[in-house]
């Protein structure tokens, strides 16, 4: 059973950075890793999704001051968020799935851990 925990929410001001991290145990069934968000009265969106041999792709939201990665033994999914601004007051929720090519298609990720919280104030 997939299992998926985030951490390292908190509030931050605008302007700073904050490294979110993903602990995941029993991946055998998966082999692409994403971020989500989802921000208060709005749908969750993609962030970033990672692939087992690295290669990553970012939505919209992502690029420019987002990072994905992923640690050696691919336990650990971290996104490091530079340049905050209140947009990007959200959950986060990491997720893990098995395609044919990594994608970012929020409906089709079936494990996703419970999410930590990212408040940024305006």
């Known amino acids: 059973q997939v299992q998926l925990v985030e951490s390292g929410g908190g509030a931050v001001q605008a302007g700073g950075s904050l490294r979110l991290s993903c602990v995941a145990s029993d991946l055998s069934s998966t082999n692409c890793m994403g971020w989500f968000r989802q921000a208060p009265g709005k749908e969750r969106e993609a962030v970033a999704s990672?692939?087992?041999?690295?290669?990553?792709t970012y939505a919209d939201s992502g690029k420019g001051r987002f990072t994905i990665s992923q640690d050696n033994d691919k336990d650990t999914l971290s996104l490091q968020m530079n340049n905050l601004n209140p947009d990007a007051t959200a959950m986060y929720y990491c997720?893990?799935?098995?395609?044919?090519?990594?994608?970012?298609?929020?409906?089709?990720?079936?494990?996703w851990g419970q999410g930590t919280q990212v408040p940024v104030p305006s």
């Open positions: 990672i692939d087992v041999d690295g290669t990553t």
């Open positions: 997720a893990a799935a098995r395609f044919y090519r990594c994608e970012l298609d929020v409906s089709r990720y079936p494990y």
